[in-house]
């Protein structure tokens, strides 16, 4: 029973008031405003989601092991490939880094006590578990088969599967990633501490910030289109089917205006994540911080104004073609600058290998590639025949799981010894890390060779030349789920069995490492006055200016 | 010896992936060479940012737990060079993808018409001579041929990973795609726009053959009459020439020589006569009224299938005006 103010700092982490032992109980979590617990709750569900909507991938992949389909009709396939997608993308990828580490962290790394707006933020997790209940609802009654772009007429009027309850559930789900990036924006505004001007910020900060511009301002649009396709589907008005008076591209125009800066959603938090772990495991300052930190911002504006690049083949106007492939060209040059920067950073570095760096370090690996097979798209000429093939699901890939789901996890083992107070096993999370790396890459690579092949993605069954790099690509599959549940157990394991991690295990600059693990429930004891710019890593030699 | 055989085994399926698909039409070299140009772009700039990287990895290792870093500051002149340079590629694959693409667009004058509907879950195609095909498709190599379709229920795509060609086929409209085959062979018809339960089975064949097997293919199926025959005798039945009298002076405008040439609507619109507009003018008259004539033409919606509206337009694009003069003289 000591009390010893002396003891608190060494006492094991049960011992000491923190968020996770303030209170106990069930109502404890679910009312409870803290941003961290709010962390832990978006976490428990973005999981589950994401082993719903993998499951529903090796699935298909195992069905394209036989060009016949080994497992299932080509109806079951074509629900899965939804599910895989409409889970995966608005349950999972869209609030996976922004509800988790970005509630967890964007108040601790700006020395705030909480969000601006707490409750709204517990409202935003009720709002999006209502949506994936929805999802869930979905498939569970019969299953959706629009895949997860729901492209009229198809969706609206020929589909039997259950649109409406899928579109639902996308449609209040957004309501949740509108609250959240209003609620990021405010709090990054209004709740910096003192000393902490804009360009001391981390650039996790400022990657938080871009993607909740494009949470407030493309949300409603694909709330609007998903409220046309219930209105078409259920009341028969004439919005998109032409057989109604309607458009049929007028929706895909629509979907995109939202779902092309979705893709920065998901990868700008991504990019984040990793100029922070490559900082932190360089021990280095960021090469060109306001570079990084301003191409944020470029790629979520520029993010707003591509959208008809995934219309190049509809028969849109060959100028509105030139105009939307020039402006794709132009997204590239941010996404370069972040790369050629992070690269950079390793100069002269201390650098050090353990989990979280090995997470970055693939990221850019498979972010460079999956940008630069973008070019192959955004190129009118290797557009018209890459299209729709699996030329397209590989690059996204790259990008979605190769990029943001490596960032995520990267940035989920960079920061659980402060989420949780507790060390993991660093050996099998470097063995994970390898494992979704290499998986990822059979998976996924074969799959830019079967598209310029020609094979079209959403197949159910397919031409035996195409086996070969099928079951190359299912093996990876295997691979990289195995990669997956890897971490699921060992961080499990860590929450009881962890060692302490100590305020600062990775000797990593940035005010979230100055507060004991787990931080109290007020963050800090006293709100800290900053004095200095983010990642401010001694020096080995007197700095040359160049 | 196992070892052996499962080696062996490896080999053997090494030799059957295959990593390019057949090149058969005037469009697919072109395009080969754009993909290998970025592919060599994609290599270059991956092998330069890995090879830094792993050099990087190796002589900056951290050597003692509490060695620091040498710190160094922003280099505007890497900056602006890993700014402007990869702009300027960008500006270099922009022009030569836009220029190979533009020119990829536009059809040869002279192209054979070939008419397809799509629709759950079949390819159905209408020769201009009058031989239908499900699933399959046959021309002849060496000629130009524009494909004209349109989609019966919901959005499809008309995709021939040989010739690179692919366009979206889309209910209410028209859309259009051309090609030259190069090559006889038979070739993969795939729809890459997902259409429902049996997408992956809406697939054909092309065929492309030697102009004699083709023009023997064309004699050897049943006597058919050819579209724009089949066109007329629509116009007839429908009523059409009541008001659309050749010479312009009856209740509606003449339709002679009206293909490609640009009318300005009531609403002051300037557009130019396609298959989408005639389509549209035969479907919802209304929505398209010129200045001088009163709208009194009804719509012909739900009067007639997708086929025979491509028949009708068939024969409408083939009045020239002295022909139209020509067959009111004869009668």
């Known amino acids: 029973m000591s009390t010893a103010v002396a003891d608190l700092h060494d006492a094991p982490a049960e011992s000491r008031v923190n968020y996770l032992n303030a209170s106990y109980g069930i109502r404890s979590w679910l009312l409870t405003t803290d941003h961290k617990r709010i962390c832990l709750l978006y976490l428990a569900v973005i999981t589950f989601n994401f082993f719903i909507g993998g499951t529903a991938a090796v699935l298909m992949r195992l069905n394209l092991i036989e060009p016949t389909g080994a497992l299932v ?41 909480d969000v601006a707006f707490p409750k709204l933020n517990l409202l935003s997790w009720y709002v999006f578990v209502v949506g994936s209940l929805f999802a869930l609802v979905a498939v569970l009654s019969g299953g959706v088969d629009t895949g997860w772009t729901f492209y009229t007429p198809y969706s609206s009027t020929y589909s039997h599967g259950n649109v409406i309850a899928a579109a639902l559930g996308v449609f209040i789900a957004g309501f949740s990633s509108i609250l959240t990036g209003l609620n990021f924006i405010v709090t990054i505004h209004k709740m910096r501490a003192p000393g902490m001007t804009w360009f001391r910020l981390p650039l996790f900060i400022w990657a938080m910030y871009a993607t909740s511009l494009i949470f407030v301002l493309g949300t409603p649009v694909i709330a609007i289109t998903m409220f046309l396709l219930g209105l ?10 032409p057989a109604l008076g309607g458009d049929p591209l007028l929706f895909q125009h629509l979907f995109w205006f939202y779902s092309h800066p979705a893709v920065y959603i998901m990868i700008l938090p991504g990019m984040g994540v990793v100029s922070e772990l490559i900082t932190a495991f360089s021990r280095k300052r960021i090469f060109g911080y306001s570079f990084v930190a301003f191409s944020s911002l470029a790629i979520a504006v520029i993010s707003f104004i591509v959208w008809g690049h995934h219309m190049f083949v509809t028969g849109q106007s060959i100028y509105a073609g030139l105009v939307f492939s020039a402006l794709s060209f132009l997204v590239a040059i941010p996404s370069a600058i972040k790369v050629f920067n992070w690269t950079a950073t390793l100069y002269k570095g201390s650098i050090s290998y353990e989990a ?33 093939t699996y030329f397209i699901v590989a690059h996204f890939h790259y990008i979605m799981v190769g990029g943001a789901v490596m960032a995520y996890l990267g940035g989920i083992h960079f920061w659980w010894p402060k989420i949780s107070g507790r060390l993991y096993p660093d050996l099998w999370a470097r063995f994970a890390a390898l494992v979704v790396f290499v998986g990822f890459n059979l998976t996924f690579f074969p799959q830019f060779v079967l598209g310029y092949l020609g094979m079209p993605r959403r197949y159910a069954v397919y031409p035996s030349e195409f086996q070969v790099l099928n079951v190359m690509s299912s093996a990876g599959a295997s691979i990289l789920g195995v990669g997956y549940i890897i971490p699921l157990i060992y961080l499990i394991w860590s929450m009881r069995y962890g060692p302490p991690a100590g305020p600062n295990p990775w000797g990593a600059k940035g005010l979230e490492w100055i507060t004991p693990s787990p931080p109290p429930t007020e963050n800090f004891e006293e709100i800290p006055t900053v004095t200095e710019g983010a990642y401010n890593y001694p020096s080995s030699k007197a700095e040359h200016h160049g | ?139 002849p190599v060496g000629a130009p041929v524009k494909i004209t379709m349109t989609s019966q229920d919901v959005i499809h795509d008309f995709y021939i990973p040989a010739f690179r060609v692919k366009k979206d086929v889309l209910p209410g409209r028209y859309t259009s795609l051309w090609f030259q085959p190069t090559q006889i062979g038979t070739y993969h018809l795939f729809c890459a726009q997902y259409c429902g339960a049996d997408h992956s089975q809406m697939i054909g064949w092309v065929y492309v053959m030697a102009p004699a097997d083709y023009a023997a293919w064309l004699a050897s199926g049943e006597k058919t ?107």
């Open chain 1, 232 to 241: 078409e589907r259920i009341f028969h008005v004439g919005v998109f089917d």
């Open chain 1, 73 to 113: 009709e080509p109806s079951t396939y074509n629900k899965l490939f939804s599910i895989h997608g409409i889970i995966m993308v608005f349950f999972f990828l869209v609030p996976s880094i922004p509800a988790t580490l970005g509630n967890f962290l964007i108040p601790l790394m700006i020395g705030a006590r």
């Open chain 2, 1 to 139: 010896m196992g070892l052996l055989q499962s080696g062996w085994n490896l080999q053997v399926a090494a030799a059957m992936i295959p990593l390019q698909p057949p090149s058969a039409s005037t469009i697919s070299g072109g395009v080969d060479q754009l993909y290998y140009l970025l592919t060599g772009i994609t290599l270059f700039f991956s092998v330069l940012i890995f090879s830094i990287i792993f050099y990087f990895m190796v002589k900056y290792r951290r050597r003692s737990p509490d060695e620091a870093a040498e710190q160094s500051h922003t280099n505007m002149f890497l900056e602006l060079s890993w700014t402007i340079i990869p702009s300027l590629i960008c500006v270099v694959l922009f022009v030569w993808a836009s220029d190979l693409y533009v020119r990829n667009s536009r059809p040869p004058a002279a192209s054979t018409e070939i008419f397809v509907i799509g629709k759950q879950w079949m390819w159905h195609i209408q020769h201009p001579e009058g031989p239908r095909e499900i699933n399959e498709l046959h021309v």
């Open chain 1, 356 to 388: 979280p760096m090995l997470y970055a370090l693939g990221f850019i690996g498979l972010f460079t590639m999956g940008g630069l097979t973008g070019l192959f798209l955004a190129s009118l000429a290797t557009d018209v025949h890459l299209n729709g």
């Open chain 2, 225 to 331: 009459q050819s579209m724009v025959e089949q066109g007329s005798q629509l116009f007839t039945r429908l009523g059409c020439a009541t008001c659309h009298v050749a010479e312009g002076n009856g209740r509606g405008p003449s339709l002679a020589g009206l293909y490609g040439k640009s009318e300005k609507l009531l609403t002051g619109e300037t557009r130019v006569v396609d298959e989408s507009l005639m389509r549209q003018a035969i479907l919802s008259p209304n929505s398209i009224l010129l200045p001088n004539y009163a709208p009194i033409m009804p719509t012909y919606k739900g009067q007639m299938d997708e086929e025979q509206l491509s028949e009708l337009i068939a024969y409408l694009k083939s009045l020239a005006p002295q022909q139209v003069a020509q067959e009111r003289t004869q009668k």
